[in-house]
């Protein structure tokens, strides 16, 4: 069974800084481009970052970009994303996700697998 679990979410104050985790079980991530996604009460679900494979190569949105950075750790089987200089338009329910192949990382449609998500509240 399959499961990505996020933790590390919380309130914090503007400026501040949260460290999340996706903790992977069920499957290598070696075999999976990871990414961080978002959404916001009432609004779309967002990319925030990915990573490929190896986690050479990474890709930001344009709202976290200077700010956000994702890594892994594939002996680890753990993906981290590392936010600084929060914002309370930061504001959302981070969710992990798993993507095989070749598909978008940036788009949420075709990603394998999705963990439950964990609140991120920013307050001004």
């Known amino acids: 069974q399959v499961q990505l679990v996020e933790s590390g979410g919380g309130l914090v104050q503007a400026g501040g800084s949260l460290r999340l985790s996706c903790a992977v079980t069920?499957?290598?991530?070696?075999?999976?481009?990871m990414a961080w996604f978002r959404q916001a009460s009432g609004k779309e679900r967002e990319f925030a970052a990915g990573?490929?494979?190896?986690?050479?190569?990474?890709y930001y949105g344009d709202s976290v970009k200077g700010r956000f950075i994702i890594s892994r750790d594939n002996a680890k089987n753990l993906v981290v994303l590392q936010m600084n200089s929060l914002k309370p338009e930061d504001t959302a329910i981070y969710y992990c996700?798993?993507?095989?192949?070749?598909?978008?990382?940036?788009?949420?449609?075709?990603?394998?697998?999705w963990g439950q998500g964990t609140q991120v509240t920013v307050s001004s």
């Open positions: 990573v490929e494979w190896s986690g050479t190569y990474k």
């Open positions: 996700g798993a993507l095989s192949g070749y598909g978008n990382i940036k788009s949420m449609s075709g990603y394998d697998y």
């Open positions: 069920g499957l290598n991530i070696r075999n999976y481009r």
